[in-house]
């Protein structure tokens, strides 16, 4: 059974950086489609960005517009665990941030992706 932990969230100044770890375990990561979302309570899962299983795909990454140009997804395949590099923070990115996974298919709706890390807490306050 794939297992999904997400690491690396805190409380943060904004402007300044932070690094999300998900470490995958029971499954390689070569075998999925990853994505990060984000919630903020009372408000639906909103995703972030998504990265293909596939290393030749010319458009492997996609990202929101509200993020583009300041996060990063990215994957360590021998660390198995996929990133989320996030700079130049901002009070709206205040949220719990979730990692996800499917089998490949390159979505941006969560009810999409059938697996789900439990979540880390990003706070970013001055």
């Known amino acids: 059974q794939m297992q999904l932990v997400e690491s690396g969230g805190g409380l943060v100044q904004p402007g300044t950086s932070l690094t999300l770890s998900c470490a995958v375990s029971?499954?390689?990561?070569?075998?999925?489609?990853w994505a990060w979302f984000r919630q903020i309570p009372g408000r639906e899962r909103e995703f972030v960005a998504r990265?293909?299983?596939?290393?030749?795909?010319?458009?492997?990454?996609a990202y929101s517009d509200i993020v583009k140009g300041r996060f990063t997804i990215s994957i360590d395949n021998p660390k198995n665990t996929v990133y989320l590099r996030m700079n130049s923070l901002e009070l709206e990115d205040t949220a719990v941030y979730y990692c996800?996974?499917?089998?490949?298919?390159?979505?941006?709706?969560?009810?999409?992706?059938?697996?789900w890390g439990r979540g880390t807490q990003v706070t970013v306050s001055s």
């Open positions: 996800a996974a499917n089998y490949g298919a390159f979505e941006t709706a969560a009810n999409r992706y059938p697996f």
């Open positions: 990265i293909s299983r596939y290393s030749t795909t010319p458009s492997r990454t």
């Open positions: 029971g499954r390689a990561v070569t075998s999925f489609a």
